[in-house]
């Protein structure tokens, strides 16, 4: 992309995303293109841009590990600076404060392309930073609940819990399968124990969707959101 996107570009973007991904769970009709045509009218672009630009939305989706829209599958192809931009927008539109982590995964990702890397340096002192962030209070008894369901078994891969934790129980990590930070409820009927492989993936994996409707599957106390 030549020219650069506007704040104001990108903000409407982000916008139009967001409003699709509430009319999707919500089962709401929607028509995507209309979105993109409102757009392309509005700051003079073509609607395939606009298409584009929703693609490089859901990629940042993906690094937030976050779900994205059906249809709109992630485009990899966006620079740190407007994916870092992106993710600022997502949490202001939605009202979050959250740590920033895409333009350091992308960062990453970029130069693990290159071959033969030279061993860096490192820091010896990182410097840190105090930030505010959004939290969601969540209920103990569900966690504890849920993982009394799953026996010390992963419920995704059904394997036992790889270790122990520090209690002496099968370690597992609890889970929003429609997740907080998507609108999901902090209730037993949204939330699997998994083991830190599955959690990983049901939220890093390129198959995250397909994995998320095989919980829903399998487990029949599990209610779509
Ligand atoms: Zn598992
Ligand atoms: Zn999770």
Same mark, same amino acid.
């Given at each position: ?110 130069e693990g ?7 860096? %340096?490192?820091?010896? @002192?990182? +410097?840190? =930073? *105090? ?5 969601? &209070? ?54 699997? %124990?998994?083991?830190? @492989?599955? +959690?990983? =993936? *049901? ?5 995250? &969707? ?10 029949p106390r599990?209610?779509?959101?």
């Amino acid at each position: 992309m030549s020219d650069s996107w506007s704040k104001e570009e990108l903000l409407a973007s982000v916008q139009a995303y967001i409003d699709m991904q509430r009319k999707e769970r919500q089962g709401l009709p929607f028509t995507k293109k209309r979105y993109y045509e409102d757009l392309a009218n509005r700051f003079g672009r073509t609607t395939k841009a606009f298409e584009y630009r929703m693609q490089n939305i859901s990629y940042v989706m993906t690094l937030l590990g976050r779900d994205w829209l059906t249809g709109l599958k992630p485009a990899k192809n966006v620079g740190a600076n407007v994916a870092e931009e992106i993710e600022a927008l997502i949490a202001e539109v939605e009202g979050q404060k959250l740590v920033p982590v895409v333009a350091f995964e992308i960062e990453a990702r970029e130069e693990g392309k290159r071959k033969n890397l030279a061993r860096p %340096g490192g820091t010896q @002192n990182p +410097h840190s =930073a *105090l930030s505010t962030v959004t939290l969601y &209070k969540r209920d103990a008894a569900v966690v504890a609940w849920v993982k009394q369901q799953a026996h010390g078994k992963c419920e995704c891969c059904g394997l036992p819990a790889p270790f122990n934790g520090s209690d002496g129980q099968p370690y597992l990590e609890v889970h929003h399968v429609r997740r907080l930070a998507d609108g999901g409820s902090d209730t037993v009927s949204n939330a699997v %124990g998994l083991c830190p @492989n599955c +959690h990983r =993936a *049901l939220h890093y994996s390129e198959n995250a &969707k397909g994995l998320v409707s095989k919980l829903y599957d399998r487990i029949p106390r599990l209610v779509r959101e």
